[in-house]
């Protein structure tokens, strides 16, 4: 089994920044790990990820440039820096991890999810 939990979350005005952090502990085979988030009344979308071994990355394209996703392998953490936070951005943000070769955009690439942090963004 394995256990993710994200932290960082908060409220941030409008152009500020937060930095979320996410920790996975467990035994399993990590191929990539993810952020994904929903605002209210939305779906979950997706925001980035990171395959593990490689360190590709991956973004939505229009939070491209603001967000940046990075990893601690040793610590099986991953990080996402927010910059320029709008209001928009208000949101629970979710990590994940995907067990297998995916396109590691897609809620169902992914395996196992913590409980999210909130993120409020005020205008």
């Known amino acids: 089994q394995v256990h993710v939990v994200e932290s960082g979350g908060g409220l941030a005005q409008a152009g500020g920044s937060l930095r979320l952090t996410c920790v996975a502990s467990g035994r399993t085979f990590t191929y990539a790990m993810g952020w994904f988030r929903q605002a209210p009344g939305k779906e979950r979308e997706f925001v980035a990820s990171?395959?593990?071994?490689?360190?590709?990355?991956y973004y939505a394209d229009t939070l491209k440039g603001r967000f940046t996703i990075s990893r601690d392998k040793a610590n099986n953490t991953v990080y996402l820096e927010m910059n320029n936070l709008k209001p928009e951005d208000t949101a629970v943000y979710y990590c994940?991890?995907?067990?297998?070769?995916?396109?590691?955009?897609?809620?169902?690439?992914?395996?196992?999810w913590g409980q999210g942090t909130q993120v409020t963004v005020s205008s």
């Open positions: 994940a991890v995907s067990r297998r070769l995916s396109t590691f955009r897609r809620r169902n690439d992914y395996d196992y």
């Open positions: 990171i395959h593990w071994s490689g360190g590709t990355l």
